[in-house]
């Protein structure tokens, strides 16, 4: 059976999805049962096609494309869908998550239901230090609103065991951009599923632009905050 089910939500990524996926074959190359979820939202710089064609002989690659109701949110839940192994990684594919992460999150998940790559925790920090205190600031609006005790709520890389996560009701969580992290510690959290922080450093991306609107995003996920704690 396989254990572990690596997902990878791809946007106009192929400067680095192919290199990402080299990076993280390297660091599994000690494990037998895992597999490696691509999926991507229709890019416009034929992601899909180039990741398709590099590891097309690789049957612990798979990669989906999706064409409809584009969304960061709802590609995760199509890769969790997908998935067939016990323990679930998700993490961004710009580099900005560091993928010499995974074995210490594995480890971790052992004992712990759900393990985070927290920027916040003691030890974590980001290398855009303007990103890292808007951030700071925001998730600790987040802990007050939502109480959920977490640090890094809109981290997006994390380990969490397949049973922890059946426990939720996954169309309530998963849509949206990065709004959807937040809404899955709180419902986690409501299942007195067993979360822990670890640091790590978010990197800048490595190739490419950024596909986030900060005002836009700060707008939706208040509206996302406030609905999720006075009306879920």
């Known amino acids: 059976m396989v254990k572990l089910s690596i997902i990878l939500p791809t946007y106009n990524e192929r400067k680095n999805i192919v290199l990402l996926i080299d990076k993280i074959l390297v660091i599994l190359k000690s494990y037998k049962n895992y597999e490696i979820i691509v999926v991507d939202d229709n890019s416009e710089d034929y992601t899909y096609q180039i990741c398709k064609k590099k590891f097309s002989k690789n049957k612990k690659i798979k990669v989906f494309l999706r064409k ?87 981290g997006g890389y994390f380990c969490i065991n397949k049973k922890s996560i059946n426990k939720v009701i996954k169309k309530k969580i998963f849509y949206g951009y990065g709004d959807y992290f937040f809404r899955l510690i709180f419902f986690l959290k409501k299942k007195n599923i067993s979360i822990i922080e670890i640091p790590t450093i978010y990197r800048l991306r490595h190739k490419g632009k950024s596909k986030s609107n900060f005002l836009n995003l700060f707008i939706k996920y208040s509206y996302e905050t406030f609905k999720l704690r006075f009306f879920s």
């Open 68 to 154: 409809k109701n584009k969304s960061l949110g709802f590609s995760i839940l199509f890769g969790i869908n997908k998935s067939i192994g016990e323990k679930i990684i998700v993490m961004d594919t710009d580099f900005t998550h560091n993928p010499n992460l995974i074995p210490k999150l594995l480890k971790i998940s052992n004992n712990i239901d759900m393990v985070i790559g927290s920027r916040f925790c003691s030890g974590g920090s980001m290398v855009d230090k303007k990103h890292y205190f808007y951030s700071l600031i925001y998730n600790f609006f987040l802990r007050i609103i939502l109480r959920t005790q977490v640090q890094d709520n809109l």
